[in-house]
């Protein structure tokens, strides 16, 4: 499979890699990395397992800690803030895929939007946003400062979240990335009634199996849907 060549085009001024096929039931969008794009392969194997009645859009972000974040909060590794860019970058990954829909005729597809780390958080606040039938939120960045609280003032428009994490995230040095089963347990109770939610625990850190893991959960979204 070649990940990193014919596959990528330019759509709104975004690079964006492109697998599946047009006028699809589903309409997977993620943003990516480049290591995100390194396990694509893993991902794409895994959901094909589930359907392949898909378009799976990866949008790559040229700044995550600012693109990906929904508003400002003082770095915890390293010396770069997360800078709060994500409602712009929201409005530019909304272009893409008003622009897809039209490219590959897919007006009428369910759309789940996903992500890893960081993008699982963007995912997740995308959710509180606008109205979308799935969204997965792999080893999600839901420590981000406030984010639980934005939660509980701002309804999230989706019935399926999928959420998950690595069994051994929780005893990472960093003692704010170690919070993050505490607060994913926390965030699933808060959807518990609102809506299908599924926290799956892997095996691992927070970086193995990336690809497998946001895999699994397009799938589960997918298979939910189907049996809706």
Known sequence: MNIRGDLMETIKNLQCFIHGKKQAKYLLIQPIDEHDLEAMEEEIETINKTTKDYLLVGILVNDWQKELSPWFMPAI??????????????????????????????????????????????ALYAAYQDEYDGVVGASPSVWFKDFLSYTQTHPIQTQYVYLSLGDKEEKARNKIMASVGDCLRTYQSYLQNETHCVLEMNPGNHFKDTGIRVGKGFSWIIQNLNHA
């Open 77 to 122: 590794f390293g010396n770069q803030d997360f800078t709060g860019g994500a409602d712009l970058f929201y409005q530019e990954v909304k272009e893409v895929i008003k622009e897809v829909k039209v490219l590959y005729a897919m007006q009428d597809a369910n759309v789940i939007i996903g992500g890893y780390s960081l993008a699982g958080l963007f």
